[in-house]
Nanobody, 122 residues
Framework: NLIESGGGSVQVGDSLRISCAAS????????MGWFRQAPGNEREFVAA????????IYADSVKGRFVISRDNSKNMVWLQMNSLTVGDTAVYYC?????????????????WGQGTQVTVSS
């Protein structure tokens, strides 16, 4: 299971950190990613972190503002979101990729959380 938390309503320019807790199986050897879906839009990739080495990738729209991190000993993944804009409003989903896979394509992610709502208002 992947359980997201930490979403909420913030103002433009604020920061917010959302969390993803993994349980029920070991996700330590899996790439973990964050995706988001705004109303009327398709789910889009936000960020991913490899299970070892700390390699990360980001969508261009969040590069320089968002930071993904993980703690394998705690089975936790975080997404620190800074300088939030109205365009960041969405439901944010945590996902775990198939073993050995790494990337932004949602087809490689096999486990998904239920999502946490992030609303940014001006």
């Amino acid at each position: 299971n992947l359980i997201e938390s930490g979403g909420g309503s913030v103002q433009v320019g604020d920061s917010l950190r959302i969390s993803c807790a993994a349980s029920g199986r070991s996700f330590n050897r899996k790439t973990m990613g964050w995706f988001r879906q705004a109303p009327g839009n398709e789910r889009e990739f936000v960020a991913a972190i490899r299970w070892i080495g700390g390699n990360t990738i980001y969508a261009d729209s969040v590069k320089g503002r968002f930071v993904i991190s993980r703690d394998n000993s705690k089975n936790m993944v975080w997404l620190q979101m800074n300088s939030l804009t109205v365009g960041d409003t969405a439901v944010y989903y945590c996902a775990a990729a198939q073993s050995g896979r790494y990337g932004s394509d949602n087809s490689i992610y096999e486990y998904w959380g239920q999502g946490t709502q992030v609303t940014v208002s001006s």
